[in-house]
């Protein structure tokens, strides 16, 4: 957990928008006075509501019509996004860690997630970007902070065709996952993005307790996942033995009949988010 002290700092911007994960309530406004404060992720904004994505004819040149056009969720989503990201490629790590994979597999695994929660009754959907945007940070705090057993897990991993997982308990007694939670808890991260990332690796996702008919988000979270991997979107090449196909995975979390639509949405989302990396 000392490896979360080690991370460059979370920015004022990226502060005020992890908080705002757990207010239902925020406002148009207060988005973009907070966007307003960092000039690059204002100057980013405006590319996107101004790119051939979103078909403009007049320019837009303010943050609070950006707001306006893009929606109070998106527009939160890709700033955190982009946030992060910029945060991490500053983070030291051994060399055989690839930062630009891990950031490009954090954000098409909370693109997917955001965008497969939209299609069933999935718990606290609001939190599936962060969730899939964060789901590995256990990974990162391994790599920066244990770097030799970092090594020796990705060399048991390649040597075997268990997952990942398998190896990291087998070294730490402890998986990435539940670093990634327990890294989320000290956040203060609302608490059912932690129980997503602490079960998006068990096929029978997250334990008993929500309402009836109501699905995890741990299996959204994971059904992403596996998509990524499978398009070869993975924090390392090895994990994309461990991918699934988009018809496949969505029929394990029983989300059906949407998969051709729901991947050119994710490809056009994924391509502008991308783009800003």
Avoid: C
Avoid at 127 to 154: K, N, Y
């Amino acid at each position: 957990m000392k490896s979360l002290d080690q991370l460059p700092p979370f920015s004022p911007v990226v502060n005020s928008l992890m908080a705002s994960l757990a207010d239902e309530d925020v406002s148009f406004a207060h988005l973009a006075s907070v966007i307003e404060r960092d000039s690059v992720l204002s100057g980013n904004v405006l590319r996107l509501v101004n790119s051939a994505l979103y078909g403009r004819r007049g320019t837009i040149s303010s943050v609070r019509a950006a707001v306006s056009i893009l929606g109070l969720t998106k527009l939160r989503n890709y700033v955190l996004g982009l946030s992060v990201t910029r945060i991490w490629a500053k983070a030291k790590t051994p060399p055989s860690w690839d930062m630009e994979r891990f950031n490009l597999h954090g954000t098409a695994v909370a693109v997917l997630a955001d965008l497969i929660v939209q299609k069933g009754p999935f718990d606290y959907p609001e939190g599936a970007f962060a969730a899939g945007l964060l789901h590995d940070l256990g990974r990162l705090m391994v790599a920066i902070t244990l770097p030799e057993e970092h090594e020796r897990i990705q060399a048991a991993y390649a040597a075997s065709g268990d997952p990942l997982e398998v190896h990291a308990q087998s070294i730490l007694e402890v998986t990435h996952a539940e670093l990634t939670a327990a890294a989320l808890h000290r956040w203060s991260i609302p608490q059912p993005i932690q129980k997503a990332v602490l079960y998006h690796q068990q096929e029978d996702a997250e334990p008993a307790g929500l309402a009836s008919g109501t699905l995890p988000l741990s299996g959204a979270l994971r059904a992403a996942n596996l998509i990524a991997n499978h398009l070869g979107l993975s924090v390392h090449p090895l994990d994309d033995r461990f991918g699934m196909a988009p018809a496949e995975a969505f029929a394990a979390i029983k989300v059906d009949g949407v998969v051709e639509a729901l991947m050119e949405e994710f490809d056009t989302d994924y391509a502008a988010l991308r783009e800003t990396l």
